[in-house]
C-alpha cells in the first residue's frame, strides 16, 4: 500500500498522517509511519510502522489512527494493521531526527535557540523541584515547547511531581530509537529522570550513591543522547548547593540562564546567594530569583509569615552586582494545595488554577516569557544577502 498506489486515497491518507506520535511529537506521516491509506467502499484499511517492538504509544497511536480515518467523509469501519520500522527505517528516522547533527553532540550549545535555565537553590527543602516542575507546566500551558531534566541526582523527585509513575509504582524508563531515547511527557513536558534508568528488582531502587566522574557522566548524557526535539525552553531541576553537578552543568552550559530560588527567611536567602555567586563564576547569568513559601493569607483575611518575609528581594539586591539588576521573579505563599499537587503528581497550576501559588507560579512563567535571551555573540540561522 505505498503512498502513490492508486488504490490510495488521499483524503484518507492526509488524515491518518496528521495524527502525533506521542512520544515523538511530530505527525507520524512526517516520521514515514504510515505505510498505506487505502479504501474500499466505506472501509478504510491503514497500514502502520512502529518505530519499536513493544512501543509504549502503540495502543494510543492506533486508537488516534481509527479515529482520524473513521472521521473521513464516508468512512464506516476502519482496520489498522501495525507493523515494525526496519533496521534501516529505523536509522532513516534517526537521522531525519538529528537533522544533520551527528550522533551524540549536545544540540545545546552557545548557538541554540533553546531558553536554558536552570533553577538553583543554596539548600535543600525550599520547594525548588516543586517550583521547578510547576514552571514547567505553566510554560507548557503558556504555548511553549518545554523540555525538563532531573539533574538532582542523588534527590531526584521531578517523576514523582509530574504524575509520572509506572503501573509498579516506579518512573516509566524512556522508549529507545537505536541510539536515541525519548523522554516520557507529562502535562505537555518531555522529562527525563535517573530514577527512570535505575534497576527496577533491587530493593535500593531509588538509591543512587554515586561521586564525581559518574554524575557529571549522567548529566551529559541527558543532554547528548536524551532526544527532546526542538525545545523553546529546557529547565533543568539543580541539585542544591554548589557541588560537583552544579560545577559540570557550569562547563557542559556555560551560556545557561540561571533562576535561584530561596525562603523569606535569612538562614536560606543568605545560603542562596552563594548558588548565583557560583553560577556567574562559571559564566552563568543569574536572571532572576523566586521566593517560595512567602506568607500565608488565612480565612480572616490576615498574612502569616511563617518562615519571616523579605528573603527574596534580600538575594536579588546581593546578587544585583556590576550595573546587572536581578528581578525578584515572584513570591509563591505557602499553600496545600501546592504541597498536595506534588505528592499526586497533578501539579497545582493544573489541579488548582485558582489557588493563590498557581497564580503566582503561572505569573512568574510569564515574567520569564517576558525576559527573553539575549541574541548577543550567538550565530542566528540567516546570512545577509
Known amino acids: ?15 491518518v498522517s496528521a495524527v502525533i506520535d506521542p512520544e515523538l511529537r511530530r505527525p507520524i506521516g512526517d516520521l514515514d509511519m504510515v505505510r498505506g491509506a487505502v479504501r474500499e ?6 497500514a502502520i510502522a512502529l518505530t519499536i517492538v513493544g512501543c509504549p504509544a502503540a495502543d494510543r497511536i492506533e486508537r488516534e489512527v481509527r479515529a482520524a480515518a473513521a472521521a473521513v467523509p464516508g468512512i464506516e469501519t476502519v482496520q489498522v494493521d ?17 537533522d544533520g547533527r551527528p550522533a ?36 507548557a500551558n503558556l504555548g511553549l515547547s518545554v523540555g525538563l ?66 554524575l557529571h557522566r549522567t548529566v551529559q548524557q541527558f543532554l547528548t543522547d536524551v532526544f527532546f526535539g526542538d525545545l523553546d525552553v529546557l529547565l533543568l531541576d539543580m541539585p542544591p ?23 523569606p527567611q ?23 530569583v523566586i521566593e517560595n513559601m512567602a506568607a500565608l493569607t ?21 546578587l544585583s552586582t556590576d550595573g546587572a539588576v536581578v528581578p525578584l521573579l515572584g513570591s509563591v505563599p505557602l499553600s496545600p494545595a501546592l504541597r498536595t499537587g506534588g505528592d499526586v503528581g497533578i501539579p497545582v497550576v493544573i489541579g488548582a488554577p485558582d489557588d493563590p501559588a498557581a497564580v503566582a507560579i503561572t505569573e512568574i512563567a510569564r515574567a520569564i516569557m517576558a525576559s527573553g535571551r539575549g541574541l548577543a555573540g550567538r550565530s542566528l540561522p540567516f546570512s545577509p544577502l
Open 149 to 214: 531534566i532531573d539533574v538532582d541526582v542523588h534527590g531526584f523527585s521531578i517523576p514523582g511531581l509530574l504524575g509520572l509513575i509506572a503501573d509498579d509504582g516506579l518512573p516509566p524508563q524512556p522508549t529507545r530509537i537505536d541510539d536515541l531515547m525519548l523522554p516520557p511527557v507529562a502535562h505537555g513536558v518531555k522529562a527525563i529522570s535517573i530514577g527512570m534508568f535505575l534497576p527496577r528488582d533491587s530493593p535500593t531502587v531509588g538509591a543512587v550513591a554515586w561521586r564525581g566522574p559518574m
Open 266 to 288: 535569612p538562614a536560606a536567602s543568605d545560603v542562596a546567594v552563594r548558588s548565583g555567586v557560583v553560577a556567574r563564576q562559571t559564566g552563568q547569568r543569574v536572571t532572576g
Open 82 to 98: 501495525l507493523g515494525v520500522m526496519t533496521r534501516d527505517e529505523r536509522a532513516a528516522l534517526t537521522e531525519k531526527l538529528r
Open 1 to 15: 500500500m505505498a503512498a502513490d498506489s492508486p488504490a490510495n486515497d488521499g483524503a484518507l491518507h492526509a488524515a
Open 104 to 139: 551524540r553532540q549536545m544540540p545545546f550549545g552557545p548557538d541554540t535557540l533553546t531558553r536554558v535555565i536552570a533553577v538553583t537553590s543554596g539548600k535543600g527543602g525550599v520547594g525548588k523541584s516543586t517550583l521547578t516542575a510547576n514552571l514547567a507546566v505553566s510554560l
Open 41 to 46: 467502499g466505506a472501509h478504510a484499511r491503514v
Open 241 to 263: 548547593g554548589t557541588g560537583d553537578v552544579a560545577i559540570s552543568v557550569g562547563q557542559l552550559l556555560p551560556h545557561a540562564e540561571v533562576v535561584v530560588v530561596t525562603t
Open 298 to 318: 488565612l480565612p480572616d483575611g490576615t498574612s502569616f509569615d511563617l518562615f519571616g518575609a523579605g528573603g527574596g528581594a534580600q538575594v536579588a539586591a546581593a
